[in-house]
């Protein structure tokens, strides 16, 4: 079970005691929000591209949509989202669960700037009933070798836009 392979995996950054798994569905950012009583931005949603061969997995907040232009001048090709069943083979987490931990070797993660603002955000944490509190840091440490760098490619979060 993706869950069980996530706590294991969260263990050795000692935030495995804080998965928090829920009788309800979180699958969504709007489930999430719900089942963790905060605001839905707070929510650090995982989304997961391809790139011809390369899986691209971009983190970002709740309230936060792909850009595409932006997407295309980062990753040099248009946005394309993985289907559920890609979802599982590329990353082993179905959707609804989707997150970037205990991923396979060569699974590129980018933390988007929306998730900046926040003291704290929730990702999933390998199910669509579950999600643990981190700092961006924690967050970014967690993310282990599949960490990359962190990107602008999101809208739709800013004060101004």
Aim: one cysteine or more; glycine letters at 8%.
């Amino acid at each position: 079970m993706s869950i069980e392979k996530v706590r294991a995996y969260l263990k050795a950054y000692e935030v495995a005691d804080r998965i928090q798994e829920f009788s309800v569905s979180s699958a969504t950012v709007e489930l999430a929000a719900l089942a963790l009583g905060v605001e839905g931005a707070r929510i650090a949603k995982t989304l997961s591209f391809k790139a011809d061969e390369r899986t691209i997995l971009v983190v970002a907040a709740g309230d936060a949509k792909v850009d595409n232009g932006k997407y295309k001048a980062q990753f040099g090709i248009k946005a394309k989202m993985l289907t559920p069943d890609e979802a599982v083979e590329r990353i082993g987490h179905a959707v609804g669960g989707v997150c970037p931990f205990a991923l396979p070797a060569g699974v590129e993660t980018y933390l988007d700037a929306s998730l900046r603002r926040f003291d704290t955000v929730f990702p999933a944490a390998g199910s669509a009933a579950s999600a643990l509190e981190l700092t961006c840091d924690e967050l970014e440490r967690c993310c282990g070798d599949s960490f990359t760098a962190w990107v602008d490619v999101c809208k739709g979060w800013q004060e101004e836009e």
